[in-house]
């Protein structure tokens, strides 16, 4: 009893430690669970991160027709088998970084981050787009 009480204070603890340097590095995970489970997301320090069950490559393709078709201005673009980048720039000037990553064969995390702070509400209407995508 005594053991589980003092796991709960450590994870409290923890947990309020690692909130309380600052507020946009609040760590909000979305889907039904709290695993690292396609579909879910982490918006951690401005970056929002999600895993797609999809090859790197079908990935990269989705992650580039959606950037053009929200007609968001690239202004540099490389990857290859274990990771990518797209940088750019929106129509109100704020920068933008979509950041790719092979987790697996048939596994993908893209984080995507505007601007300096982060916009988790572009980031999601991003990550939307990607998803329609695949």
């Known amino acids: 009893m005594v053991k589980r009480q003092f796991k709960s204070i450590a994870l409290l603890g923890c947990l309020l ?6 507020a946009r590095q609040w760590v909000i995970l979305g889907g039904a669970a709290a695993a690292a489970g396609a579909g879910t997301y982490a918006y951690i320090k401005g970056d929002l991160k999600r895993n797609y069950e999809a090859p790197i490559d079908k990935a990269w393709e989705a992650t580039v027709k959606a950037v ?10 490389q990857h290859d088998a274990f990771s990518g980048t797209i940088k750019g720039k929106m129509a109100d000037g704020k920068s933008f970084a979509i950041n790719l990553k092979r987790l697996g064969e048939t596994l993908t995390e893209i984080g995507i981050r505007i601007d300096t702070f982060g916009d988790r509400q572009k980031s999601e209407a991003i990550h939307d787009n990607i998803l329609s995508k695949l």
């Open 17 to 22: 430690l690692g909130l309380s340097a600052c």
């Open 68 to 77: 053009e078709d929200l007609k968001l201005t690239i202004e540099s673009k």
